[in-house]
């Protein structure tokens, strides 16, 4: 009974580069959250998606990050032209939807570093 | 002002002692109520959470909501070492099932 799976759990990469973190929700989950936690800080939302659509983006950056979560395949999470500021754990939570979509269980993240 | 404010702590206590971990919040169109434990570098686990006002037990776990005063309250019975960690509280509304978290309490067990 695996839960929310993640991937990788660490990612190092230059300023400039592209960074793209996986996650696969658990089984009979259809909604995914995206959430950041920087240093010291708390978990901030970022994007909630279900199959194939973005329902609600309000906490992602304007410029640099997108997200997709395919009819087939893990949801993923897509950082262009990183810079240092992005360093940060991000997490990966999943919901069965409906009545229920509060019940968020998360990944054990992906830590990003940015040298 | 933050949405939802947190102790950060440290908060040490003896191993058998009875915890009491605290949030408030702004926000009165706050419905849902998640308390998360998060121990270091590892995800968020969800431990229990209550819907609008009112108590819920579980185990030694109990979370409690008053929403008049915008407060929100977990207490940890016969605490173990192995609930030294770090206590989120995550309220999220009806409308948008995005949760706000708080920064989170250290909270430190001591054998």
């Known amino acids: 009974n695996a839960g929310v799976m993640q991937n990788p759990r660490h990612l190092v990469r230059r300023r400039g580069q592209e960074a793209r973190l996986r996650c696969s929700p658990m089984?009979?989950?259809?909604?995914v959250y995206w959430y950041r936690q920087l240093p010291e800080e708390g978990l901030k939302f970022m994007v909630y998606l279900q199959k194939e659509n973005i329902i609600d983006e309000s906490g992602m950056p304007k410029e640099r990050f997108s997200a997709e979560f395919p009819k087939e395949g893990p949801s993923i999470l897509r950082i262009q032209q990183v810079v240092r500021g992005d360093s940060a754990a991000y997490f990966c939570a999943s919901s069965p939807g409906g009545l229920s979509s509060y019940e968020q269980y998360f990944g054990p993240g992906t830590r990003l570093t940015v040298t | 002002q933050k949405e939802v404010e947190q102790d950060p702590g440290p908060l040490s206590v003896p191993e058998g002692a009875i915890v009491s971990l605290n949030c408030t919040y702004s926000n009165s169109a706050f419905q849902y109520f998640m308390w998360y434990r998060q121990y270091s570098r590892k995800g968020p686990e969800l431990l229990m959470y209550?819907?609008?006002?009112g108590n819920k037990e579980d185990g030694r776990f109990t979370a409690q909501v008053d929403k008049s005063s915008k407060y929100i309250s977990l207490f940890i019975r016969d605490s173990q070492p192995s609930d030294s960690a770090t206590y989120l509280c995550a309220p999220g509304t009806d409308s948008s099932y995005k949760l706000i978290f708080g920064s989170g309490t250290r909270l430190l067990v001591r054998p």
């Open positions: 089984k009979g989950h259809s909604h």
């Open positions: 209550t819907y609008s006002s």
